[in-house]
Nanobody
Framework: VQLQASGGGLVQAGGSLRLSCAASGRTFSSYTMAWFRQAPGKEREFVAAMWLRERRTYYADFVKGRFTISRDNAENTVYLQMMSLKPEDTAVYYC?????????????????WGQGTQVTVSS
């Protein structure tokens, strides 16, 4: 599967953005999809994941209640709706796909990555 992330940009604190991850491939519905992020000078960290077949979701504690991961199987697209954004959410956001049919927060378990989209939250 190939992934194309988009939707990043500059937003003020408290604002919202929706990231999109368009996937190619015939078996999109069986993948586990996730969003990770990497801020300058920091390691890549898990944000949210969805096991598409059963629509199970899991979120990092620091985004619970603010971010929502969702999918559109017809469009082969996964979204990350981000609300109440904070300056510390500033990072490059990456979508990733895993053939492991379960939720995983470990980046090495994802074998396909999009190119990343920059999210900048100003204070």
């Amino acid at each position: 599967v190939q992934l194309q992330a988009s939707g990043g940009g500059l937003v003020q604190a408290g604002g919202s953005l929706r990231l999109s991850c368009a996937a190619s491939g015939r078996t999109f519905s069986s993948y586990t999809m996730a969003w990770f992020r990497q801020a300058p000078g920091k390691e890549r960290e898990f944000v949210a994941a969805m096991w598409l077949r059963e629509r199970r979701t899991y979120y990092a504690d620091f985004v619970k209640g603010r971010f929502t991961i969702s999918r559109d199987n017809a469009e082969n697209t996964v979204y990350l709706q981000m609300m109440s954004l904070k300056p510390e959410d500033t990072a490059v956001y990456y979508c990733a796909a895993s053939t492991i049919r379960a939720i995983t927060t470990t980046s090495t378990m994802y074998n396909c990555w999009g190119q990343g989209t920059q999210v900048t939250v100003s204070s």
